[in-house]
């Protein structure tokens, strides 16, 4: 239960904003040196270097999202022309 009293000195304390904080705290660490661990020894370890994949992922063309945007201000929905159409199976677009 609090009584009151602060542990910090408060007259030494100053205000920092978050980037500032961000800093400062990163500047008191030291990295740890990398050390080599089997994969199933790795559960909460950070990768010393990038890990960089010799296959693309996925294996296929692929599209984050299916589907079509439209402007609100470019008109009503009875003003607008389909002037091409796909299969979803297909890789190319229609402009």
Do not use: K
């Not at 020894?41 to 296929?60: K, N, Q, R, W």
Request: glycine share 8%; proline share 11%.
């Amino acid at each position: 239960m609090p009584t009151g009293r602060s542990i910090t000195p408060w007259d030494g304390a100053v205000a920092l904003d978050a980037p500032a904080a961000t800093r400062w705290i990163l500047g008191q660490l030291e990295p740890n040196a990398p050390i080599q661990v089997p994969l199933s020894a790795s559960c909460g370890l950070v990768l010393a270097t990038d890990a960089i994949s010799t296959e693309p992922s996925p294996a296929f063309a692929t599209s984050a999202m299916d589907g079509y945007a439209l402007h609100q201000e470019s008109g009503s929905p009875n003003e607008w022309r389909v002037i091409g159409a796909r299969s979803p199976a297909t890789s190319s677009s229609v402009r």
